[in-house]
């Protein structure tokens, strides 16, 4: 009820803070600067050998990879994840996409060609009306001035909707769920892999092993949380 009342505060005043309900300053944008300053940053953009980066070891060559904020129940990063992913509210993932694009380019040889955000299938999509990924990458390509591509990696299998994890899992790791449309175009290319958010790392693996089908890519990693 709770959830309700405030969702519908927000389509009314939509110059309140989607945390806490507090007006908004000019310079702020869906979310408060107090709201912001209590997540809980993971500065992995600064640490060589980071969690995320050692998730990847031996799946695939990965160059960087860094989450922005750790993923924690009961607290804003939680909130703003639901809202971002199933509650329309898909500029929220512009604005902390930007934030995350801000701490890359503050990261030492941090340097990407294209932004790419883990694709949704079509159908998904359709469903959603958006991808939360792209939105992030949007964010994160207009900090680095780097452009972003959603045209070469898709999704070519949708997810089955109900399974354990385990189950999904073992079926992510699978090949021919994410294809290239045209691999030639991506060649040479330092590629940011982007999504909202990094558990496993099983779908950033199934994009990144599709992605280096193209000839001499690097690939970088980059999500909003890490659970
Ligand atoms: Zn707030």
Redo the contacts with the bound molecule.
């Keep these: 009820m709770k959830q309700l009342i405030s969702d519908f505060l927000h389509l009314i005043y939509p110059n309140v803070?989607l945390?806490?309900h507090?007006n908004l300053l000019a310079k702020e944008q869906f979310?408060?600067f107090?709201?912001l300053s209590r997540l809980s940053y993971t500065s992995y953009h600064l640490q060589k050998e980071n969690p995320i980066e050692k998730r990847f070891w031996g799946k695939f060559p990965v160059e960087h990879a860094t989450s922005l904020f750790f993923f924690q129940k009961e607290t804003p990063s939680q909130l703003l994840l639901h809202h971002l992913k199933y509650k329309g509210d898909k500029e929220i993932g512009e604005v902390l996409g930007r934030m995350l694009g801000e701490t890359i380019k503050a990261a030492p040889d941090f340097e990407v060609d294209l932004i790419i955000p883990v694709p949704l299938h079509p159908k998904k999509l359709q469903k959603r009306g958006y991808n939360q990924s792209e939105w992030i990458a949007k964010g994160i390509a207009s900090a680095l001035q780097k452009p972003m591509d959603t045209e070469h990696l898709i999704r070519v299998i949708e997810n089955p909707t109900q399974t354990k994890k385990g189950v999904y899992e073992r079926w992510e790791n699978a090949s021919g769920i994410f294809a290239l449309t045209h691999p030639h175009s991506l060649e040479g290319k330092h590629l940011l892999l982007v999504d909202d958010v990094i558990t496993t790392g099983a779908t950033i693996e199934a994009c990144a092993n599709t992605l280096l089908e193209a000839a001499d890519v690097k690939i970088s990693v980059a999500s909003l949380a890490t659970a």
């Design positions: 803070c945390v806490c507090g979310v408060c107090s709201c």
